[in-house]
T-cell receptor
Framework: DTGVSQNPRHKITKRGQNVTFRCDPISEHNRLYWYRQTLGQGPEFLTYFQNEAQLEKSRLLSDRFSAERPKGSFSTLEIQRTEQGDSAMYLC?????????????FGQGTRLTVV | TQLLEQSPQFLSIQEGENLTVYCNSSSVFSSLQWYRQEPGEGPVLLVTVVTGGEVKKLKRLTFQFGDARKDSSLHITAAQPGDTGLYLCAGAPGNQFYFGTGTSLTVIP
């Protein structure tokens, strides 16, 4: 297992278009998180899954955003009708819940630019 | 309101100098993580501190967890240009990870 994998690494899209990002977590991890990060800031929580269940969503996740993890493995994050304010780095992380020390491991991110 | 506050937010130092980054909260954490992130990349986990008062060393980096498990610090000795990056502390008091505001470190050769 090579860690958390995100695709694509970069995406440039026109305003109003839909985009979808994919995240493949570390295989034995049951938790998967999506974060958004703008330049120079720390990651902001968007949503997280435990197995296939989406257990928590941030108020940052407007109705244009939807995330799925259909089989409890990979996850997709879709943004509909993109806006310039959606331009950011989208990070995926995974962890294993079950121990006291929960550590999250991140993918390399998907850089979205909306023009 | 940020759950985890980091200071300083920006730090620019000369190669060879020492520095300390602080991560503070009013909440108690069972563990705290420190990450380093380079431009265009995802955060990379450096260390996890678990026990109050714990000190962990990673080469020139020393991490400390406060006795009350509400704060942590990262000390870098003899900083090098390769230490340049965004340093983030993170913790999970519940089910999601909260990140600090980040400290952007630049080490000038």
């Amino acid at each position: 297992d090579t860690g958390v994998s995100q695709n694509p690494r970069h995406k440039i899209t026109k305003r109003g278009q839909n985009v979808t990002f994919r995240c493949d977590p570390i295989s034995e991890h049951n938790r998967l998180y999506w974060y958004r990060q703008t330049l120079g800031q720390g990651p902001e929580f968007l949503t997280y899954f435990q197995n296939e269940a989406q257990l928590e969503k941030s108020r940052l996740l407007s109705d244009r955003f939807s995330a799925e993890r259909p089989k409890g493995s990979f996850s997709t994050l879709e943004i509909q009708r993109t806006e310039q304010g959606d331009s950011a780095m989208y990070l995926c992380a995974s962890s294993f819940s079950g121990g006291l020390n929960t550590e999250a491991f991140f993918g390399q991110g998907t850089r979205l630019t909306v023009v | 309101t940020q759950l985890l506050e980091q200071s300083p937010q920006f730090l620019s130092i000369q190669e060879g100098e020492n520095l300390t980054v602080y991560c503070n909260s009013s909440s108690v954490f069972s563990s705290l993580q420190w990450y380093r992130q380079e431009p265009g990349e995802g955060p990379v986990l450096l260390v996890t501190v678990v026990t109050g008062g714990e000190v962990k060393k990673l080469k020139r980096l020393t991490f400390q967890f406060g006795d009350a498990r509400k704060d942590s610090s990262l000390h870098i000795t003899a900083a090098q240009p390769g230490d340049t990056g965004l340093y983030l502390c993170a913790g999970a008091p519940g089910n999601q990870f909260y990140f600090g505001t980040g400290t952007s470190l630049t080490v000038i050769p």
